[in-house]
């Protein structure tokens, strides 16, 4: 039953952050076609910048990319951990930027709570994780005897 419940958090978390990695890539695309600098004024970059944060550029590309395939990563299983971690990290930004512009934080601290609860249980059974944990296994009582 606790392999299900992962099972379905890692879900959540892959639909949820993902419809934003979606979004976020739709900005780029949009800025391609109507012929502008892909990190210039449109996306995150402005806003990144706004806030102070440092390397607005590169934390633009990290974000887009962590809730993209990092998200897809943490709904297949692959890497859970450090893709859970990663999204979490982005959590915490986005959690900061809603605190300081008075806007809703609420998501975030959802989003930050499940993914930090996937750092510390890692995927589960229905994962490729595990699968490839149970390979390794194998192959190691394969090269003991």
Known sequence: MLDIGLLLFRAAGFLLAFTFGVQKIGWYVTAFHAGKPLLSSIGLTPLIAH????????????????????AFFVGIGLLTR????????GMIGA???????????LRAALYFVIFLGLIFT????????????TRKTKQHRASVF
């Open 95 to 105: 959690l900061y930027t809603g605190v300081r512009l008075e806007e809703d934080w």
């Open 122 to 133: 890692g995927a589960g059974k229905f994962s490729i994780d595990r699968l490839l944990q």
């Open 82 to 89: 450090f893709a859970a971690a990663s999204l979490a990290l």
């Open 51 to 70: 806030m102070g944060l440092p390397l607005p550029v590169i934390l633009a590309l990290w974000i887009t990319l962590n809730e993209s395939i990092g």
